[in-house]
């Protein structure tokens, strides 16, 4: 250590006489060798601090573009699944033109309501639904199960499950029935009366009875026919796809729309025109009157007379058995009138004298 130190004690030493001596040759030649190093040295060093930047820099921007690349990942599965939807809903519209726009709602399958069973889903809830109140859920043009709110959501029960309960006819004779889902792609019709000859292949579809589903909607065909005791008893294979349980109209009102309101009272009828005309006695004048006459006569609107009666119940006993007027009661009926008798005098012998 010590003769290192020495030696560059005599270097210096050198260096300083040759300078001092103001040599020209001796200054270009020691320019020549430390501006060589000079550059070297500020290159090297230009050269790390350029390096250490560059990765600084990196590494924001790496930064940067992760956190960005996670964001547009997001959106993209955002606009995925907003474009699966729109093409399931895309692919259902040309079904909704057959069926009741005003009564209808589109819903989705959010869920399975458990992992192990496939036949009960979880729906979205549309506004105005009543709690506790079945409705029909249609998949396409056929059934595909019914649906019901519990504590404020809908829960959707296919045709699988036997929570899916709505009325059928069966075949051309319209037999009537209960179909109740029994297992995958298969429903029972139970109730069906014994006198209906059921046969298999005879196509099931909603009876609309039961303001669950509208009328006429496929269910499935007859597979299998059983007569228990007092009933008929028949196996269907559904329509629906109960393992893609996607998109399906909800019926929200499925009752008759045509005659809501109907009212027979207030119903413009074509009366016949001839003139009744009708017959009484005043004063033990005969007097005819014809009911045109009566009903101008008066200062109201509402006729005196009128062939409409102004309310028609079922089935009322006075119509049914109406009481028959005799012309001639019976003598012994007939009440003899009473003679008018004198007031009796109160006399007594007295009153003579």
């Known amino acids: 250590m010590k003769t290192r130190l020495i030696v560059i004690a005599i270097l210096l030493l050198i260096l300083t006489v040759l300078v001092s001596r103001n040599d020209e040759r001796i200054t270009d030649t020691l320019l020549g060798i430390i501006n060589p190093i000079k550059q070297s040295y500020k290159n090297f060093t230009q050269s790390i601090e350029n390096k250490s930047s560059s990765y600084i820099f990196q590494k924001e921007s790496i930064q940067r573009l ?10 993209l599965l955002e606009q995925m699944h907003y474009i699966e939807q729109v093409k399931n809903i895309y692919d259902v519209l040309p079904d909704l033109t057959q069926l009741v726009v005003p009564s209808i709602s589109i819903i989705e399958t959010i869920s399975y309501v458990k992992l192990n069973s496939f036949s009960q889903v979880i729906l979205t809830k549309p506004k105005g639904l009543v709690e506790g109140k079945l409705y029909g859920m249609i998949q396409g043009r056929v059934v595909a199960g019914t649906a019901q709110v519990h504590s404020n959501q809908l829960y959707g029960y296919l045709t699988s499950d036997n929570k899916c309960r709505f009325s059928v006819f069966i075949g051309e004779s319209k037999a009537p ?22 046969q298999v292949g005879e196509k ?22 059983e007569v228990q005791n007092s009933y008929t008893v028949a196996y269907i294979k559904t329509y629906s796809d109960i393992f893609h349980p996607k998109t399906f109209f909800l019926i929200n009102d499925a009752k008759a729309t045509l005659v809501e309101g109907f009212d027979s009272n207030n119903t413009q009828l074509n009366l016949p025109s001839y003139n ?39 089935t009322q006993e006075d119509l049914i058995e109406p009481e028959i007027r005799e012309e001639h009661p019976p003598i012994q009926n007939q009440r003899k009138k009473k003679r008018k008798r004198k007031p009796r005098n109160n006399t007594n012998a007295l009153d003579l004298f």
Do not use: C
């Open 66 to 75: 992760s956190r960005e690349n996670r964001i547009l990942r997001k959106r």
């Open 177 to 198: 029935g209960i179909a109740i889902g029994h297992e995958k792609n298969e429903m029972i019709v139970k109730f069906i009366p014994k006198w209906h000859n059921v």
């Open 204 to 225: 099931v579809i909603t009876s609309g009875l039961d303001n669950i589903f509208f009328t006429d909607i496929p269910v499935g065909i007859v597979t299998k026919v």
């Open 276 to 314: 009744p005309v009708v017959h009484y006695q005043e004063n033990n004048v005969s007097i005819s009157v014809s009911v045109t006459d009566l009903n101008h006569s008066t200062s109201t609107d509402i006729p005196i007379v009128s062939s409409i009666p102004s309310r028609i119940d079922q």
